[in-house]
């Protein structure tokens, strides 16, 4: 009896995991690649752009101080810590952009 309870609760684990797996939002920011972008950024080496927004609209770094790559859009420039989070930002600008 004992085997089987645990038996079961091991399938169960094993389905709730693979479902939480699949269903990962399309949207969502890979937080592998995310970090692995942010590993060698410095305030050193920021870009020098007057931009719109403080905060990396995808990552939330402040740009005063990461600023590394910048998109126009809509005639304003926004600005990002690295270029996968611009190109993530160029794919729906609508969806981070607060007006």
Do not use: R
């Not at 590993?39 to 402040?62: F, Q």
């Not at 420039?77 to 993530?88: A, L, P, V």
């Amino acid at each position: 009896m004992k085997m089987i309870k645990i038996l079961s609760i091991i399938s169960l684990s094993i389905s709730i995991f693979s479902c939480t797996k699949e269903n990962k939002n399309e949207n969502d920011v890979d937080v592998q690649v995310m970090e692995h972008a942010h590993k060698d950024m410095s305030a050193g080496n920021a870009l020098n752009v007057e931009v719109v927004n403080e905060l990396d609209p995808i990552c939330g770094m402040t740009t005063a101080d990461y600023l590394k790559d910048t998109a126009d859009y809509k005639g304003k420039t926004y600005g990002f810590c690295n270029t996968m989070c611009k190109e993530k930002f160029l794919e729906n600008p609508e969806q981070y952009i607060n007006e």
